[in-house]
RNA sequence: GGGCGAAUAGCGAAGUGGCCAAACGCGGCUGACUGUAAAUCAGUUCCUUCGGGUUCGGUGGUUCAAAUCCAUCUUCGCCCA
C-alpha cells in the first residue's frame, strides 16, 4: 500500500467548495491549494532549490522525456534519485511524457503500445509506453508521478478525442498495473477534450481503478477561458473529493484562480519561469515589460507589494540593467520574483478560503490583476 | 611630395546603371510566451499630414534613369620617398 502520501482536507470554502489542507508527502508535507513551479530538466531555470523553497514553493516539476534524453534514468538512478541528483529534499513530481506527445507533434507517432519519438538531436528512435514511462519514473524516484497520456491538442473533433481519450484511460490502466514503488503515488490524467461527456466518462474510468490522485490534462493549450472552466468542472464533477487534484499547466492568474475555485489542490505552469527569463513581469500594477526604455531610470522596486528577494533588494532600473546586458542573474532575480508573485497569489487562496470568502477573493484579485491571458 | 585603396541608414557591412529607401548582422524600440525543442520567437527601426518627400562623404557632370559612370574636392587607410 502507499505509503506516506495523502490528501489531508482540512477545510472546504463554503461557498465555492474550493479546499485547504496539506498535502502529505514523503518528502514533507505541503499546502493546498499550491503552486508548482517547473524544473523540467531537474532544475528550475535559473534558480537554486533554496531560491525556489525561499519562494514559498512546495513542490517541484521534473520530466520524464526530458530526463530519460538527458542524463538518462539509471544515472539519476545510480545518483540516488531525483532528490539527491538535483539537491532537493522537498516533495518532486514528474510528468510523463504526455505533454511531449502534444509539444513534439511533429516528430511522434502514436499507436495503441504507445508513441514513438524521433530525437532530432542524435536521430535516435524513443519509444514511450506506458509501462516504460512508469519504469523511467521509478528510477527517477520522484514522490508523485503520472500517468502516461497524450495530451490532446484543442480544437480536435469529437472523433479524435474520443478515441484517444479511450487510449489514455487504457494506458493509465497499464501504468497503474506496471507501477510497483509504495513511496510513489501514480496520478491517472483525465482527458477529453472540450467534450463534457468525454471528460465525466474518462474521470469516472479513472476514479474506478482507485488512483491516489488525479490530473485534469489538456488544458491551457490555447483554448478559451471558458471552455477551460468548463473542462476543469466537467472532470472533477466525477473525482473523489478525497483524493488530490491536480491542474496541469495552469499558471495565470485567472486560470489558477478558476482552477481553486472549482476544487483544485494542485497546479503548475512554466509562465512565470518562462516570462521571466524573457523579462516579463507579474506585478500588482500588471505586467512589466522589463526591456522597456521607461524603466531606465526607475529606481523604485519592481513591486513593492511584494515580499521576494529580487523586489526587496533591487529596482527596476537594475532589472532592466541586466536584462538589456544579457547578464544571467536578471533571469534569477526575475524568476524569484515571478515565482513567488503566483504563490503569495495562491497563498492569499488559502486564507480566503480558510476564512470562506474565496469568492470574494478571487473577485478581487481579478480586478486587480485584470484576467488577461499570459498575464 | 608620389602611388594605391576606401567613404552606404545609430554601428558593422552588402549592393557597382533601372526590379534601391537600399540585403544581412549588431544596436534601438515593441510585442508574444500556460503539464519547457523556449536565456526563445515575432514585429519594427530615414522623414511623412501615408499622397509623398529627402538619402548612399561634398560639389559639378554624363544619362530617359546614378549608391552604382566621369571630374574635382574632403577625410581616412596602406605603400613609396
Wanted: hydrophobic fraction near 35%.
Amino acid at each position: 500500500m502507499l505509503k506516506d502520501f495523502y490528501l489531508e482536507i482540512l477545510h472546504v470554502d463554503k461557498i465555492t467548495g474550493a479546499r485547504y489542507g496539506i498535502l502529505h508527502t514523503p518528502h514533507g508535507d505541503v499546502e493546498v491549494p499550491m503552486f508548482m513551479p517547473v524544473g523540467t530538466n531537474a532544475t528550475v531555470k535559473c534558480l537554486s532549490p533554496e531560491q525556489v523553497k525561499a519562494c514559498g514553493s512546495g513542490v517541484i516539476l521534473a520530466n520524464t522525456y526530458h530526463l530519460h534524453l538527458t542524463p538518462g534514468e539509471e544515472i539519476v538512478k545510480k545518483a540516488g534519485g531525483l532528490h539527491a541528483f538535483m539537491g532537493y529534499d522537498g516533495p518532486i513530481l514528474t510528468d510523463s511524457g504526455g505533454f511531449q506527445v502534444f509539444s513534439l507533434a511533429s516528430r511522434r507517432k502514436i499507436t495503441e503500445e504507445g508513441v514513438t519519438f524521433h530525437n532530432e538531436r542524435n536521430g535516435n528512435k524513443e519509444f514511450f509506453s506506458p509501462e516504460e514511462a512508469i519504469r523511467i519514473e521509478e528510477a527517477l524516484g520522484a514522490d508523485i508521478i503520472m500517468s502516461f497520456d497524450e495530451c490532446i491538442p484543442y480544437p480536435a473533433t469529437k472523433e479524435y478525442v474520443a478515441r484517444s481519450t479511450e487510449r489514455t484511460l487504457r494506458w493509465a490502466k497499464r501504468g497503474l498495473e506496471a507501477h510497483r514503488r509504495e513511496d510513489q503515488a501514480l496520478f491517472g490524467i483525465v482527458q477529453g477534450g472540450a467534450f463534457s461527456d468525454l471528460r465525466e466518462h474518462a474521470a469516472r474510468e479513472l476514479a474506478a481503478m482507485n488512483f491516489p490522485g488525479y490530473s485534469i490534462g489538456g488544458t491551457s493549450i490555447g483554448e478559451p477561458k471558458d471552455v477551460c472552466y468548463k473542462m476543469i468542472r466537467d472532470a472533477i464533477a466525477f473525482l473523489p473529493p478525497e483524493k488530490p487534484r491536480y491542474l496541469m499547466g495552469v499558471g495565470s492568474i485567472d486560470y489558477i484562480l478558476d482552477g481553486i475555485e472549482a476544487g483544485v489542490d494542485m497546479m503548475d505552469c512554466v509562465l512565470p519561469t518562462r516570462l521571466a527569463r524573457h523579462g516579463a513581469l507579474m506585478t500588482s500594477h500588471g505586467r512589466v515589460n522589463i526591456q522597456r526604455a521607461q524603466y531606465a531610470e526607475d529606481f523604485t522596486p519592481l513591486d513593492e507589494e511584494c515580499d521576494c528577494y529580487t523586489c526587496t533588494h533591487f529596482t527596476k532600473a537594475y532589472l532592466r540593467h541586466l536584462y538589456k546586458a544579457g547578464e544571467e542573474f536578471g533571469k534569477t532575480l526575475n524568476s524569484i520574483h515571478n515565482i513567488r508573485f503566483l504563490i503569495r497569489i495562491v497563498e492569499g487562496a488559502r486564507e480566503a478560503i480558510k476564512e470562506d470568502r474565496f469568492l470574494e477573493y478571487k473577485q478581487e484579485c481579478l480586478a486587480k490583476y485584470g484576467d488577461k491571458r499570459g498575464f
